[in-house]
């Protein structure tokens, strides 16, 4: 993705930590779901905080590489989901977590795997958004969003382009 062209996101670990239990208020009422797919990695964290917020105790993850920082390309799964949680997709009591959906690319091939499961979001933008069922906060397509282990503390120029 062209960086100079788009909007940057940061999050913060406290703001991602509130929409990641903002998330599991939200999934709640939808369970029981019998286990959690985290999507490696970025649906690592959240994954893990929707599994204790709701006190589900099986988790599970697959590893799919559609993109670095900058550019899109070609899903590869790297790490398949064991064959006992497919086999538990099949009650439509399995739910998928990740931080973002994208264009979809990563969703799609996440969502062939496992057909019944729930799949949620914290941030989606607007290609792949209706691929998911549930998600807290929607960006724009051009926002490129900073997670907190993508980040550092350190000086911000002002939006406008001026100097303070």
Do not use: C
Not at 30 to 55: H, K, Q, S, W, Y
């Amino acid at each position: 993705m062209n960086q100079s062209a788009q909007k940057n996101f940061p999050v913060t670990w406290d703001q991602f930590h509130r929409d990641s239990r903002a998330l599991a208020w939200r999934l709640q009422g939808l369970g029981p779901f019998d286990a959690v797919v985290a999507i490696a990695r970025g649906g690592l964290v959240p994954a893990t905080i929707v599994a204790r917020e709701l006190n589900i105790r099986v988790v599970e993850s697959v590893a799919v590489k559609s993109y670095d920082h900058k550019n899109q390309g070609e899903i590869r799964v790297l790490k398949a989901v064991s064959p006992e949680i497919l086999e538990k997709d099949r009650t439509g009591r399995v739910l998928i977590v990740d931080d973002l959906v994208d264009t979809g690319n990563t969703a799609r091939a996440v969502r062939e795997m496992l057909p019944n499961a729930h799949f949620a979001t914290v941030y989606a933008k607007p290609k792949g958004r209706d691929l998911v069922d549930s998600f807290i906060t929607e960006v724009s397509q051009d926002t490129w969003i900073f997670f907190p282990w993508d980040l550092d503390v350190a000086y911000v120029p002002p939006i406008s382009g001026g100097t303070d």
